[in-house]
């Protein structure tokens, strides 16, 4: 089972069509369902309040302020909800992986390695962690083995800067998360074909056929 978590004001479906267009394909396994869910609209503080789907508020889009822990810890209850669902239909939960675009990536960091650490993976995509992030926090105090995190960053996005996702991955490899940071030059605030395939084959690597046979 592999959870997708979209960016801010798309939906779940609108990220589904989005990875359609770029593959030419919808992103299909045999063995894993992909799940796209739709964060709640609520008032978003970089658009002056106005109404967005996002997973969780912030003060700004910078590295360099508090995070809105409220809004982030009450979306993580939510989806600790569709996690749960998915155990009790019979998967296994090191046999889930999570991760987005941009805030989605952030959201699934937060998702896992706060109230998480036992799931099979995390991917992050044009995304970063703020500089004091709880994540940090909760990693310090942390003894068992993280789950996996996969992160890829186009070095032009003039959104969700270069430097944070790097900042971010070596934050996370200093408190024991296995990481790699895959690069995509002249890529800017975007998904490229090349990152999709990346991610499908690291997917198809923690998620292996033999393992689904013998659950």
């Given at each position: 089972?592999?959870?997708?978590?979209?960016?801010?004001?798309?939906?779940?479906?609108?990220?589904?069509?989005?990875?359609?267009?770029?593959?030419?394909?919808?992103?299909?396994?045999?063995?894993?369902?992909?799940?796209?869910?739709?964060?709640?609209?609520?008032?978003?503080?970089?658009?002056?309040?106005?109404?967005?789907?996002?997973?969780?508020?912030?003060y700004k889009i910078s590295n360099d302020c508090p995070e809105h822990i409220e809004s982030?810890?009450?979306?993580?209850?939510?989806?600790?909800?569709?996690?749960?669902?998915?155990?009790?239909?019979?998967?296994?939960?090191?046999?889930?992986?999570?991760?987005?675009?941009?805030?989605?990536?952030?959201?699934?960091?937060?998702?896992?390695?706060?109230?998480?650490?036992?799931?099979?993976?995390?991917?992050?995509?044009?995304?970063?962690?703020?500089?004091?992030?709880?994540?940090?926090?909760?990693?310090?105090?942390?003894?068992?083995?993280?789950?996996?995190?996969?992160?890829?960053?186009?070095?032009?996005?003039?959104?969700?800067?270069?430097?944070?996702?790097?900042?971010?991955?070596?934050?996370?490899?200093?408190?024991?998360?296995?990481?790699?940071?895959?690069?995509?030059?002249?890529?800017?605030?975007?998904?490229?074909?090349?990152?999709?395939?990346?991610?499908?084959?690291?997917?198809?690597?923690?998620?292996?056929?033999?393992?689904?046979?013998?659950?």
């Amino acid at each position: 089972s592999c959870t997708l978590l979209c960016d801010t004001g798309d939906t779940g479906q609108g990220a589904r069509t989005w990875i359609k267009q770029i593959l030419n394909q919808d992103m299909a396994f045999q063995h894993i369902k992909v799940i796209y869910p739709t964060a709640p609209a609520r008032p978003y503080t970089p658009m002056k309040g106005a109404f967005s789907t996002v997973w969780f508020d912030r003060y700004k889009i910078s590295n360099d302020c508090p995070e809105h822990i409220e809004s982030i810890d009450s979306m993580c209850r939510v989806l600790t909800d569709l996690i749960n669902d998915e155990i009790k239909n019979g998967i296994a939960k090191n046999r889930i992986l999570i991760g987005g675009f941009s805030m989605g990536g952030g959201m699934a960091m937060h998702l896992a390695y706060r109230f998480h650490q036992d799931l099979a993976g995390v991917f992050a995509l044009s995304s970063f962690l703020n500089k004091d992030s709880a994540v940090y926090q909760a990693l310090k105090r942390n003894e068992s083995v993280l789950p996996e995190l996969f992160q890829c960053h186009g070095t032009a996005d003039e959104l969700v800067l270069y430097l944070w996702g790097e900042e971010t991955n070596k934050m996370l490899k200093s408190l024991g998360v296995s990481t790699s940071l895959h690069t995509f030059p002249n890529l800017n605030h975007e998904l490229s074909r090349t990152e999709i395939e990346k991610l499908k084959t690291w997917i198809v690597k923690k998620l292996p056929v033999e393992a689904a046979k013998t659950n």
